[in-house]
């Protein structure tokens, strides 16, 4: 059995965007229909707040400018709870997808109504998808240019959406760069390969005892802090259901739903918690 290092405490956020802002759905629903679509992220966040609140937890929330512009009260009620507010971008797109101008557009605008909507310094940044990679390493030089700190842009996984397996699996800065700090997404080395730790659909899909697994051997063995993330919308199994979505596309979003809820009550009793900035910026400078 590995014993749990009670001193190191993980860090927990939530990446928060609605249920139609996924990649998956971009085939299906249109950006263009998105001001119309019906919103949970409110409902779904005073939950995870009550939630937090219950256990004395503080976490990052990755929030998307579109959403902060829309929900106001509700970005302002995170902020004043003593949570991390951080940044998802502003429209939810994949930084794979945008030129480095138009990377630059996403991440200032998005910092820059955080923070007029809070009154606070915005220090972290995660791209959508874990889009940040081999190919565009180029967007931590944009990230620092834009005044971020640090990032939790890659998970160092195999995935047929994203990851970057041969990336440090803990805190490192890009060559070069001395102004951010990237956090990847918790895995666990089991032979020559890293697995999943940090939650998402993971999370929903394996038994409960494998993320706590997985997270004592990432404090004891590794001596480590964990991070671990979700999403509003995986709390919510009342959510509507676009057709035409594929069956991988349903499954993987929809497996589960009805138990997130009480597995991240667990998950927050079972491990200490706390935000990213105070974890990880506190301790490096």
């Known amino acids: 059995m ?20 996924v990649s ?6 249109a950006r263009a229909d998105w001001p119309n679509m019906p919103c949970r992220v409110e409902a779904n966040i005073e939950r995870i707040l009550l939630l937090l609140e219950a256990q004395h937890i503080h976490a990052t929330f990755f929030t998307l400018g579109w959403i902060a512009e829309r929900y106001p009260a509700m970005l302002r009620s995170i902020a004043a709870a003593g949570h991390e507010v951080a940044s998802h971008g502003y429209a939810h797109l994949r930084a794979t997808e945008q030129s480095r101008a138009d990377f630059a557009h996403d991440i200032s605008l998005s910092k820059s109504i955080l923070e007029q909507l809070t009154g606070l310094a915005v220090q972290g940044y995660r791209a959508p998808s874990f889009s940040i990679g081999p190919a565009n390493l180029w967007a931590f030089e944009v990230l620092q240019e834009a005044g971020y700190r640090y990032s939790s842009s890659i998970y160092p996984i195999r995935h047929d959406h994203y990851g970057m397996p041969d990336a440090p699996r803990f805190a490192w800065r890009p060559r070069g760069l ?14 020559r390969r890293n697995f999943p730790a940090g939650g998402g659909g993971y999370f929903r899909l394996l038994p409960y005892g494998v993320t706590h697994w997985c997270l004592r051997r990432i404090n004891s063995l590794d001596g480590q802090a964990g991070i671990f993330y979700f999403h509003p919308w995986e709390l919510d199994p009342g959510q509507p259901r676009p057709a035409g979505l594929g069956w991988k596309t349903r499954f993987r979003h929809y497996v589960n739903l009805q138990r997130m809820e009480p597995r991240l009550a667990r998950l927050a009793k079972d491990f200490r918690w706390g935000r990213m900035d105070r974890i990880f910026l506190d301790s490096t400078g």
């Open 178 to 191: 001395h102004g951010v700090l990237e956090l990847p997404i918790s895995t666990v080395r089991v032979g």
């Open 24 to 29: 998956a759905f971009a085939p299906h629903i």
């Open 2 to 21: 590995i014993a749990v290092n009670a001193q190191i405490t993980n860090a927990l956020t939530i990446d928060v965007e609605d249920y139609f802002q």
